[in-house]
Every structure is written in C-alpha cells, then in structure tokens.
C-alpha cells in the first residue's frame, strides 16, 4: 500500500486496535499454528484489515529509527509484559511526523495499557486466579495484580460485575474517586466508572467506600444497596435498582426511563453517534431490551413511542419526533 499516512476515515478505531493486539501478541514469540491462521483470517477476512495491518508494520519497523529511551528500552527489553506496555505507549504516542498517522487519537489508550479489556458492545467474562469471578461490560477495562499479602483490581474505565471469593488477603478495588474494600469475604457487586463519579450496586454481601478526597469515616455499604460517590464524598444510599448489572445476561433494563437517558445507555453498546430530538427526550420507556441487536430495539421504539428513526449512515443515527 502506498502514501505514509491514512485518513481517519481509512480504518475504525476497533480494527486499528485489532491490528495493534495481533502486532502485540507476535512481540510475544511465533504464534501456534492454531493463532497464525487465525491472523491470516483475520488479515484476509477484510480490506480494512489488510491497510490497518500494513500501517501497523510500517509504525514497528521505524521504532528502530526513534532516538527516545523508551523506545531503545523496548526493543532492547525482554519479551514480557514490561516490553508489551512500552511497545503499546510507542504506538499509541506515535513519533510526530515519522510516524505518519497517530493512534492516539483513535485507539482506547486505556484499554490497550489495561490487563483485561473489553470491545463497545461486548461483555466478558474472566475467571480470576483466585476464584473470583469477573465479568466486564462494553468497552470497559481493568488491571488486576495479586500478590502474597493482598488483591487489587484497579478500573480504569467503563463497568464490571463481579462475584469476589474468599480468601486470606483482602481485595480492594480502586476506581479514580476511591477505593473499595471488599475484605476477605465473598461479596458481588456492580461497580461502574462515570464521568467524575463512580457508581456502586452492591448485591451480596458489605463493603467499605473510601474517597480519594474525603477525610473521614468510610462509607459502609450493605447487600442491595447502591450510591454514587466523588473524590470527595458519597451522594445518598438508595436501594439498588431491580434491573442493576442485568447487562450481564445480555439485557438492559428500563422503568421508567427518559428516553434521552435511556439512548444514551444504548449508545454504549454501539459504535457511531446516537442522537435524541430533544422535543422527545421526556418520553418515558420501560421493558427489557436485548443488548445483542441494538438495531431491532431501534426498530422497537418505533412501535412503542411516537418516534421515528432516521439512519443517515450505519454510524450516525437520529431518533426523532414522529409528526
């Protein structure tokens, strides 16, 4: 492929990061056979794949011509997960014009650094090593470290479920308004990374919330109960809502809802702009919707709302007024 840069429009940010995990993974060692046709489907299941893996190779191929220590210590490190966090910052930093187009603009930085991530609209589940559960919801992302004396989960963005085991060193979990101490015991809860904010469904179980900011005594949370909280203090503890972390069964739940906020929990699980006519943002929905087919509960607005739906292109969607 020629020219040595690419329009924004060229490559999705979801296959730019595609080609930045297969690319990743190859720094590990050869890849099993069962992975190296795996690659090559992928590389050959679409064009866009074939310019976003050919872009991906030139960016490795000049990081041998950067003059900046990070990029010496990467490619003199060892094969470990040292060199794949440097290899990562390189490629999502890019190096100015030598690099041509620059991922950081494009790719979930937090979701390439972090241990465990998710893709927008996917939900996963992990099986932690020490029999704890973990399910993570749309583009959402976490580290995990465990050591000899403690268990810490950090959440860098977007949502997890989780169903802790017990075990004799106490888990906490930080988000970045504060930390949750969950203890030895079992405990399952929602935890949720917003814009300023965290929110905290807990569904089995006690924790303790310690804002980063917040002087005094922790908050104790109870089995069904739920709070937003900021660096510097909690909001008011409510009973947790009968359809918290149904996202996990593939579900969004609603009662009640405002459709503005309502589209814009769906927008989540979607790529591209989901736009709502504020002359119908009040309307009021309830029901429960599967995550899996956003465009059949686009289709269902229609029957239930006074709404019309306009798609200008599969990225860019309206819902509108129906008059």
Not at 38 to 54: D, M, S, Y
Not at 169 to 174: H, Q, S
Not at 300 to 315: D, G, I, S
Request: net charge positive.
């Amino acid at each position: 492929m020629n020219g040595e840069s690419l329009n924004r429009s060229d490559i999705s940010p979801a296959v730019a990061q595609q080609a930045v995990g297969w690319l990743i993974e190859m720094q590990d060692g050869a890849l099993s056979p069962t992975r190296q046709l795996a690659w090559q489907q992928w590389l050959n299941g679409h064009p866009e794949h074939q310019r976003a893996w050919a872009h991906i190779q030139r960016v490795n191929q000049r990081l041998g011509g950067l003059s900046s220590p990070l990029a010496h210590a990467t490619l003199g490190a060892p094969k470990s997960a040292g060199r794949r966090q440097a290899l990562k910052l390189l490629i999502l930093l890019g190096g100015g014009s030598a690099l041509g187009w620059s991922l950081r603009d494009e790719l979930p930085v937090q979701a390439l650094l972090a241990d465990y991530s998710s893709r927008v609209g996917e939900q996963r589940k992990i099986a932690l090593d020490d029999g704890s559960q973990l399910q993570l919801n749309t583009a959402s992302a976490v580290d995990v470290h465990f050591d000899t004396q403690a268990r810490l989960i950090r959440l860098r963005q977007g949502e997890l479920l989780i169903s802790t085991a017990v075990d004799h060193r106490p888990l906490n979990l930080l988000t970045a308004e504060g930390r949750i101490e969950a203890g030895n015991s079992a405990n399952r809860f929602n935890l949720r990374q917003l814009n300023g904010r965290t929110h905290l469904a807990l569904l089995a179980g006690s924790v303790q919330i310690i804002p980063h900011e917040h002087p005094g005594a922790p908050l104790l949370l109870k089995a069904r109960q739920q709070v937003s909280f900021e660096a510097n203090g909690w909001g008011k503890v409510q009973p947790v809502d009968a359809g918290n972390g149904a996202w996990a069964d593939g579900m969004l739940v609603a009662s009640r809802m405002r459709l503005a906020d309502f589209l814009l929990e769906l927008g989540r699980y979607r790529h591209g702009r989901l736009k709502c006519d504020e002359r119908i943002a009040d309307l009021l929905i309830s029901g429960s919707y599967p995550l899996a087919d956003s465009e059949r509960i686009l289709d269902m607005l229609e029957v239930a709302l006074p709404v019309k739906v306009r798609r200008y292109t599969r990225y860019w969607v309206s819902v509108q007024a129906n008059v």
